[in-house]
Structure formats: structure tokens, C-alpha cells
């Protein structure tokens, strides 16, 4: 999921496509750019760096091909991160120790 917002203070999108099982590559402009763990479910970028959106993709890429495996691998991981820290039973518990 490629999301190179320049000004978006949240981007609900890019944590319903992690909570889908994609990969991530967005700019540091996006709110939710802190649910991306650069290098393991994705990448964030500088905002506005056409280079830089271009080097992101082809880490996505093996010889001229989608590297699926990569792919899936941070996939898994984007929706993992979803269902272990940020599901409503999460939030609950989190919310719950802060009122300890």
C-alpha cells in the first residue's frame, strides 16, 4: 500500500491496510506513519522525494519482479502489529492500565 501523502494528519488508510495484511510505504507527513516499523512492514519516506518513493518500491522488486515473499513477509507482519497492539481488545487493555 502506497500512501505518499504530503499533509495528513492521520490516514485511517494506511492502518486499514495494514489491519488487510499489506505492506507499507508512506511519508513521514502521514499521522499514522508511526505504525509502520521501517524495514519490517514497510518504509517511510521523506514527504514530496520522488527519488526516495522510487527506491522504496524497488525494495519491493527482484529481478524485474514483484518479490512476493517480501511482500508477504511484510504483510504478515502489518497486520500482526494491528491485531497485538492496536485491536480494540488493545486499546482496552492499554487504557485500562493507565487508569491503574
Known amino acids: 500500500f502506497v500512501f505518499p501523502a504530503s499533509s495528513e494528519p492521520l490516514g485511517f488508510a494506511l492502518v486499514e491496510a ?3 495484511g499489506l505492506p507499507i510505504i508512506c ?16 518504509y517511510v519516506l521523506p514527504a514530496k522525494n520522488k527519488d526516495e518513493l522510487k527506491k522504496a518500491l524497488l525494495k519491493f522488486v527482484k529481478a524485474k519482479k514483484p518479490d512476493w515473499r517480501k511482500i508477504k513477509s511484510f504483510g504478515s507482519k502489518s497486520r500482526y502489529l494491528i491485531e497485538t497492539q492496536h485491536s480494540p481488545s488493545s486499546f482496552m487493555k492499554q487504557f485500562k492500565n493507565l487508569l491503574k
Open 27 to 42: 511519508t513521514d507527513e502521514v499521522g499514522s506513519s508511526c505504525y509502520v516499523s521501517s524495514g519490517k512492514n514497510g
Open 18 to 20: 495494514m489491519a488487510c
